[in-house]
């Protein structure tokens, strides 16, 4: 298995622009999860899918950021406009169907710099 | 919410040395995992370890949830072992997102 698949691995951007971070989770696993790491606030979930469904999008900070799940094998990221203080490593992850208290299993992250 | 400590912050290490890493949690969980950030930013499961031992070559983990504390132990440690190592738990009653610990930096020197 290839693992869960996030691009772009790197992004730099300016602040204002839109930006798409994409997700390809782990073929058969129902949970999908987005988290975001900071040096300030360390590791902190974002949004998590069941069945490409959002189940929890409490952690998503404002309207700029918004997240979809249109089938089982795709999931994106956007932010709009984006801003100095997104700059972080943003990871995707996947957890397989059943019981959602198994193991996670993460991507490489995508880094975000917004100048 | 549920508070994760791990416990220490830092820690070097001669290479070949021995270490426990601690990570203690505030409510009851159904799951708790450690994983390994290697240099390169990537997070790396190394157990998804609610309740018991398991180990893994040199490495090793315990769960002792009525106590509401893992341990991570590295044994012989290399180089290669270096990075931040997290315990992450989802604690009962929540619906599956993982809550992180701040993590154990862990230097092994040649």
């Known amino acids: 298995d290839a693992g869960v698949i996030q691009s772009p691995r790197h992004e730099v951007t300016e602040m204002g622009q839109e930006v798409t971070l994409r997700c390809k989770p782990i073929?058969?696993?129902?949970?999908l999860f987005w988290y975001r790491q900071t040096m300030m606030r360390g590791l902190e979930l974002l949004i998590y899918?069941?069945?490409?469904?959002?189940?929890?999008d409490s952690g998503m900070p404002e309207d700029r950021f918004s997240a979809k799940m249109p089938n089982a094998s795709f999931s994106t990221l956007k932010i709009q406009p984006s801003e100095p203080r997104d700059s972080a490593v943003y990871f995707c992850?996947?957890?397989?169907?059943?019981?959602?208290?198994?193991?996670?299993?993460f991507g490489p992250g995508t880094r975000l710099l917004v100048l | 919410g549920i508070q994760v400590e791990q416990s220490p912050p830092d820690l070097i290490l001669q290479e070949g040395a021995n270490s426990t890493l601690r990570c203690n949690f505030s409510d009851s969980v159904n799951n708790l995992q450690w994983f390994h950030q290697n240099p390169w930013g990537q997070l790396i499961n190394l157990f998804y370890?609610?309740?018991g031992t398991k180990q893994n070559g040199r490495l090793s983990a315990t769960t002792v949830a009525t106590e509401r504390y893992s341990l991570l132990y590295i044994s012989s440690s290399q180089t290669t072992d270096s990075g931040v190592y997290f315990c992450?738990?989802?604690?009962?009653?929540?619906?599956?997102?993982?809550?992180f610990g701040k993590g154990t930096k862990l230097s092994v020197k040649p």
């Open positions: 992850a996947s957890s397989p169907r059943g019981r959602v208290q198994k193991t996670q299993y």
């Open positions: 899918f069941n069945n490409n469904v959002p189940i929890d």
């Open positions: 073929s058969g696993h129902d949970y």
């Open positions: 992450a738990v989802v604690y009962l009653g929540s619906q599956g997102n993982l809550i």
């Open positions: 370890i609610p309740s």
